[in-house]
């Protein structure tokens, strides 16, 4: 919220490729957080084994975002005009 805020004070736009990133990247975190909910919404029904695999796949999706940001919840990546860096290669195939 940041820098679309500090873009949009100073009248920049970041790239059509820095902003698709940072969309993918903001719904890969929200579809953990959801996927996360999921399973301790089972725990709460008395399935145990819904939060083993909620946990374990929102694990898979946090490596993915630390892959491309290096953190686990892409702090300090998005900047003003754009990103740090580019995505790695093959993280577009890892990620389908």
Not at 9 to 16: C, F, K, V
Not at 45 to 62: K, N, P, Q, S
Not at 77 to 88: A, M, S
Request: overall charge neutral; aromatic content about 12%; glycine content about 10%.
């Amino acid at each position: 919220p940041f820098v679309s805020a500090a873009e949009e004070l100073m009248g920049i736009e970041a790239p059509p490729r820095a902003q698709y990133i940072r969309t993918i990247l903001t719904e890969l975190s929200r579809i953990s957080t959801f996927i996360l909910f999921l399973g301790e919404m089972g725990l709460q029904v008395g399935a145990m084994t819904a939060a083993f695999y909620g946990f374990r796949d929102r694990e898979y999706i946090l490596n993915l975002i630390e892959a491309a940001t290096g953190g686990r919840f892409h702090p300090n990546y998005n900047r003003i005009g754009g990103l740090k860096e580019d995505l790695p290669r093959g993280w577009i195939a890892q990620t389908r």
